[in-house]
């Protein structure tokens, strides 16, 4: 018999997916570089299942219907490239590679270009959930060679999560890269949303409250609810074997695999201002220096004083500061889009992101309804919904971050968001004083007011400078 799909790679997440595959009726082909690890698969959860194993590559590709349908669950890099290279000289024009793993967007756009010139279907998909969403329903985020779309797309939406309308938290996201350009902006987000929550449970803290549970929990039931907050509740309610809380005795030293330094990274490539990733970012590296933090904490005594704000403020801070955060993500992914010609269609990626994957909330309902109502929508902040949304919250927002700053609990998100807010509703900055000191040590020009845009001038500030300027460019 041959497999309607076959899988490299069974770590947890591709043991997971392939259960996922089967319990929806797939028959599935696998194959390990350890082919005990097949062997151990095979015999225990994969048992009875119309799952079949290979130990060798050609036997793996003679087990899949054509066109040969191949998914890659394998450490992102040069993994990736040895398994695609071991695999070209068995499969034909038409073959479809599908790359499951946390790739780096411009790796699977160059693997594309690549394959397409054999007439290999390559498809770059973005997967969140993790193991319970990969075994029950993940958040899927296809992109590549749209070619391999219509003979994926059944198994694709079949084994991703559902909607609470349900409709599958999958779809095209577009070509190239798009796919995993697309999850990697979801997992910066992740990032954000992460430090934000850490940041209002150490208000939380700092202000002498101690029933961490039911507040997140209280949280979860309103505007918030989210896998985020709901599992923030869970941990707070985990007991170490003395009796206190388990989350009190692990280290404060964050870890972080690149996706979020790489949303950054891309961020200022294109020249957005998406400040708050990268602040989330930020705020691992210095949560990495535990040395020189204790050491810090022996030269420097920080203020002391009452919290003045409740917890209902900065649960309104807390929204607010994730709204710029999605929005700051959603406009990454337009400027992308407009660059790379993708069409992203932002409705259906807020869709994708609404269940199975770790931001899911029902947050994401809103942002699906904005683009729905307007699919030419410049920024979440000019909806009607999330400005009256912002504008409700903003008062206590500002209270929470000042408080913050005369408590002394740092704030890099909470922060940076109402910046970046206060910053985008204005409608003059002082970057005139900026083009003119620009100007004055580097005749860069600058424009004017009283002139059409893309009309430059330069001024010999000093009278010693001369008449000449530097040519102009953004870099």
Same mark, same amino acid.
């Given at each position: ?53 290979? $130990? ?47 790739? $780096? ?89 992460? %430090? ?24 979860? +039931? ?75 904490? %022996? ?51 807020? +869709? ?24 030419? +929508? ?98």
């Amino acid at each position: 018999m041959q497999a309607d799909i076959g899988l490299i790679g069974l770590a947890v997440m591709g043991q997971n997916l392939v259960l996922n595959m089967a319990d929806h009726g797939l028959s599935v082909a696998v194959f390990n570089r350890t082919t005990s690890k097949t062997d151990e698969f095979l015999a225990g959860s994969a048992k009875g299942k119309k799952i079949f194993g290979a $130990h060798a590559l050609p036997e793996f590709i003679a087990l899949l219907k054509r066109p040969r349908k191949i998914m890659l669950m394998v450490k992102a890099g040069e993994a990736v490239d040895e398994f695609i290279e071991h695999l070209r000289p068995h499969l034909a024009p038409g073959d479809i590679v599908i790359d499951g793993g946390n790739s $780096h967007f411009p790796d699977t756009q160059r693997r594309f270009e690549a394959l397409q010139k054999q007439g290999i279907l390559f498809v770059g998909a973005g997967i969140s959930g993790g193991e319970e969403g990969a075994r029950h329903g993940p958040s899927i985020m296809p992109g590549g060679n749209p070619d391999a779309w219509p003979h994926i797309k059944d198994i694709l939406q079949s084994i991703a999560a559902k909607s609470e309308d349900g409709q599958p938290c999958c779809d095209w996201v577009g070509s190239g890269g798009a796919g995993h350009y697309v999850k990697m902006v979801h997992n910066g987000i992740e990032y954000g949303d992460m %430090q934000l929550i850490c940041e209002a449970y150490d208000l939380l803290k700092s202000g002498g409250q101690t029933d961490f549970a039911s507040i997140f929990a209280k949280w979860n +039931l309103g505007a918030l609810d989210s896998y985020l907050i709901e599992i923030t509740a869970e941990i707070f309610r985990k007991k170490d074997a003395d009796g206190t809380l388990l989350v009190d005795k692990i280290l404060d030293v964050a870890g972080q695999k690149g996706t979020g330094k790489w949303t950054g990274i891309d961020a200022l490539d294109r020249g957005m201002p998406v400040t708050l990733i990268g602040e989330a970012v930020f705020a691992r590296c210095l949560s990495a220096l535990k040395e020189e933090r204790v050491e810090a904490s %022996q030269h420097y005594v920080g203020p002391r004083c009452a919290m003045k704000v409740s917890p209902e403020q900065i649960s309104h801070a807390l929204y607010a500061s994730k709204i710029i955060s999605y929005a700051q993500g959603f406009m990454l992914m337009r400027t992308a889009s407009q660059e790379n010609k993708w069409d992203l269609n932002f409705g259906s990626i807020a +869709l994708m992101w609404r269940g199975g994957c770790i931001i899911r909330s029902k947050f994401l309902g809103k942002i699906k309804q904005a683009y729905d109502q307007n699919p030419k +929508l410049m920024n979440l902040l000019l909806d009607p919904f999330f400005e009256g949304e912002v504008s409700r919250c903003v008062e206590s927002w500002r209270q929470v971050v000042s408080e913050g700053v005369l408590m002394g609990v740092p704030l890099p998100c909470f922060s940076t968001a109402l910046s970046f807010f206060d910053g985008y509703r204005r409608k003059d900055l002082p970057a005139n004083l900026l083009q003119a000191q620009r100007d004055f040590f580097g005749a860069h020009t600058y424009e004017r007011k009283d002139q059409p845009r893309g009309k430059f001038f330069h001024t010999n500030w000093t009278g010693r400078g001369g008449d000449v300027s530097s040519s102009t460019y953004n870099a």
